[in-house]
Nanobody, 128 residues
Framework: QVQLVESGGGLVQAGDSLRLSCAAS????????MGWFRQAPGKEREFVAA????????RFADSVKGRFTISRDNAKNTVFLQMNSLKPDDTAVYYC?????????????????????WGQGTQVTVSS
């Protein structure tokens, strides 16, 4: 059974930083592209960042480029989202997602339907 467990969310002020973690189990993590999405109240879930299983390719939403970074530790089955210079517009529930194992396609996916597994989410609230 695949499990993705996010942690690291919280309440911060504008300009602060947070680091989200997602611990994965039940899948061959080192062969899965991973991503972060977020959903604000009343809005659709949107892409934030993604990383290929090798860690060699990353992709970011325009709204977070230059502020957020994504990384992974395949030895620990964990993916991270480092969020700097946070803004009130970053307030949302952040979800970790895993694509199906794809050893021959080392890609950073940016569409929801490219991901097979989702975590429960962690709340990030940025006050002004």
């Amino acid at each position: 059974q695949v499990q993705l467990v996010e942690s690291g969310g919280g309440l911060v002020q504008a300009g602060d930083s947070l680091r989200l973690s997602c611990a994965a189990s039940g899948l061959t993590f080192s062969r899965c592209g991973m991503g972060w999405f977020r959903q604000a109240p009343g809005k659709e879930r949107e892409f934030v960042a993604a990383i290929a299983w090798s860690g060699g390719f990353t992709r970011f939403a325009d709204s977070v480029k230059g502020r957020f970074t994504i990384s992974r530790d395949n030895a620990k089955n964990t993916v991270f989202l480092q969020m700097n210079s946070l803004k009130p517009d970053d307030t949302a529930v952040y979800y970790c997602a895993a694509a199906d194992e794809s050893p021959y396609h080392d890609r950073a996916y940016d569409r929801k339907n490219e991901y097979a597994y989702w975590g429960q989410g962690t709340q990030v609230t940025v006050s002004s």
